[in-house]
């Protein structure tokens, strides 16, 4: 999906990365946008990103780092008054969204994988340790 030039004079201005902000300069912001209009049109893995747009890394990483900063929602609130742009960019937003909650469930699958492994590895150790007791000094128990 590429954008159109008039689509892009009214996007450039807002995005992060330009000449004069602080900060490194970003290479070829319309690129990028496009990079990441044509994996959520796509829908395959980053990895698939055809080389014209870059290093695919590059892409996710900076995709990454500008949904975790909220950029891409500012960006669909700042361009309310260009109907087809904003829900461009709105796009882009809701997937941000979607990718931000996969990481989280999978984060807490992980979390709750190791405290049921841990759990198991206590009460197997329990289990062990009473095994190597010496049962001739237990009185009254039968075997």
């Known amino acids: ?10 996007l ?9 902000d602080g900060g490194s300069c970003a290479r070829n912001n319309r690129l990028f946008i496009e990079a990441v209009l044509w994996h959520i049109s796509s ?10 747009f870059g290093k695919w890394n590059t892409s996710y ?4 780092r500008w949904n975790e900063a909220g950029v891409w929602h500012q960006l669909a609130m700042d361009l309310c008054d260009a109907p087809e742009l904003h829900e461009m960019i709105k796009k882009i937003a809701v997937y941000g ?11 807490s699958r992980k979390d709750a994988r190791e405290f049921y492994s841990e759990s198991i ?6 289990r062990n340790s009473g095994l190597n007791e010496d049962k001739s000094t237990l009185v009254g128990c039968e075997f």
């Open 1 to 10: 999906m590429n954008i159109r030039d008039d689509q892009w004079e009214k």
């Open 12 to 20: 450039e201005p807002l995005l992060l990365g330009k000449k004069g």
């Open 43 to 52: 829908r395959c893995n980053w990895g698939e990103l055809p080389s014209k």
């Open 61 to 64: 990483m900076r995709f990454k």
């Open 97 to 107: 969204d979607q990718q931000f909650l996969r990481r989280r469930l999978r984060a």
């Open 121 to 126: 590895r206590k009460i197997e150790g329990r």
